[in-house]
C-alpha cells in the first residue's frame, strides 16, 4: 500500500486569511478533559496549543488541583472541576471538538468519564483521543462501538497504539494498521496519528496512509504530543472536521518545532506553541 508524503502544501490550501466578519464562536468551541493531580501540565500544554492555535473557546476540565497554574499558564482557557460530571457532560453537548486524554490517567473515575464522552459525543461533534484516553480504551475496546462522534481522531505514540491494536512496534505497519482500524471502527469515520520520529497519518475511511514529511529529535520531549493533540483540535474546530485539517495539524506541530531546532538544541512543547501563531500568518499568505 502506497504511503503519500505531506508537508507546507497542505497548511497553506487549509490556513485562510480570517473575514473581517467573524468572532470567536466561528473559530471552535473546544472542551480539552484530563490532567490528573498528577500529570496537570499534559492538559495544560494541550490548552496552550489549543489557544495558540487559534481556538475560538476552550474550555478545561481537570482536577481542581491545577486550577491555579492553567489560568496563570493560560488565561484565555475556562476551567471546570473534571468531577462535577454532571456540569462536565452538560458542557459537553455545546462544544464542536472534545479533547480526552492527556494526564487523564487510568482511575475507575477517568474510565467512567470517558465511557459517558462515548456514549454522549453526537454526531456533529469531533473527538480528538490521545495518551491515557487510548490506554482505557486498551482495557475496554468495547466502548469503542459506543461513539457516534462525525469525526475520530485518535493521537497514539507506538507503544500506545501497541497496547490498543495488538499490533507489536515493529509491525506496526500500513496493511496490518488498516485492519485493525476496521474491526475496531466498523464505521470507519476515523483518523489515526501514528506518532514517531516518522509520524504517520493513516485515514480509515479512504484506505490511504500519509507520511509526515517535518520533525527532528529536537521534538523528543515529553509534552510535546500534548500539543499536537490541542492543535489538532484547534484546527478541527476552526477549519472543520477533515483529514486536511489534521494534516495540517500535524505538519504545523512539526514545522513550528523545525524552525525551533534551526539554532536550539531542543525544543519545548510550549515554544511550539508559541510559534504557531506567526507560522499559521504566513500559511495563511502564501
Ligand atoms: N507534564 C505532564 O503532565 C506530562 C504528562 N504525560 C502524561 O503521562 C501519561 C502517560 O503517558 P506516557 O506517554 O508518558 O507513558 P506511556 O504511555 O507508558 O508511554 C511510554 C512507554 O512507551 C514506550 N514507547 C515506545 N515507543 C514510543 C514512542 N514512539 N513514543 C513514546 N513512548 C514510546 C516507552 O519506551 P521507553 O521510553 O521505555 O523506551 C515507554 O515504555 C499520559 O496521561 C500522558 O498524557 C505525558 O504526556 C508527558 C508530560
Ligand atoms: N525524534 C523525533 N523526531 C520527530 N518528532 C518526534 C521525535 N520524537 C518525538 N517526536 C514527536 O513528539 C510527539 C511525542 O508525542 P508523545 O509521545 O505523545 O508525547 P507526550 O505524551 O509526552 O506529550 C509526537 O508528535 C512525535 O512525533
Ligand atoms: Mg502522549
Known amino acids: 500500500m502506497e504511503t503519500e508524503e505531506f508537508g507546507s502544501e497542505i497548511a ?41 492555535s487559534g481556538a475560538g473557546l476552550t474550555s478545561v476540565a481537570t482536577d481542581p488541583a491545577n486550577l491555579t497554574a492553567l ?38 473515575y477517568a474510565l467512567e468519564l470517558l ?3 462515548c456514549q454522549l459525543a453526537t ?23 459506543l461513539i457516534k462522534a462525525k469525526q475520530v481522531v485518535l493521537t497514539p505514540h507506538q507503544m500506545e497504539w501497541q497496547r490498543l491494536s495488538g499490533i507489536k512496534i515493529p509491525d506496526q505497519e500500513n496493511v496490518r494498521n488498516f485492519q485493525v482500524l476496521r474491526q475496531l471502527f466498523p464505521k470507519r469515520n476515523v483518523i489515526l496519528v501514528l506518532k514517531s520520529n516518522h509520524t504517520h497519518v493513516y485515514d480509515a475511511t479512504q484506505e490511504r496512509a500519509y507520511l509526515n514529511a517535518a520533525g527532528n529529535p529536537g521534538m523528543a520531549t515529553g509534552g510535546m504530543g500534548d500539543t499536537l493533540a490541542g492543535i489538532i483540535a484547534a484546527f478541527l474546530g476552526q477549519f472543520g472536521p477533515s483529514l486536511d485539517a489534521v494534516l495540517a495539524a500535524v505538519h504545523c506541530h512539526s514545522a513550528a518545532g523545525d524552525l525551533l531546532y534551526q539554532d536550539k538544541y531542543l525544543v519545548r512543547p510550549t515554544e511550539v506553541s508559541a510559534m504557531m501563531p506567526k507560522l499559521m500568518k504566513r500559511y495563511s499568505n502564501e
Open 12 to 52: 497553506r490550501r487549509v490556513i485562510r486569511p480570517r473575514p473581517s466578519q467573524s468572532h470567536k464562536g466561528n473559530y471552535g468551541r473546544l472542551l480539552l478533559i484530563g490532567g490528573s493531580e498528577n500529570f496537570g501540565g499534559a492538559i495544560m500544554m494541550a490548552a496552550e496549543a489549543a489557544v495558540s
Open 123 to 145: 454526531p456533529s461533534q469531533s473527538l480528538v483521543l490521545d495518551a491515557s484516553a487510548l490506554d482505557l480504551l486498551a482495557q475496554q475496546p468495547d466502548l469503542l462501538s
Open 71 to 108: 489560568h496563570a499558564r493560560v488565561p484565555e482557557a475556562m476551567f471546570m472541576d473534571i468531577h462535577e460530571q454532571a456540569r462536565v457532560l452538560d458542557l459537553l453537548k455545546k462544544q464542536d471538538v472534545i479533547l480526552c486524554g492527556p494526564g487523564l490517567g487510568n482511575s475507575p
Open 115 to 117: 465511557t459517558k464522552l
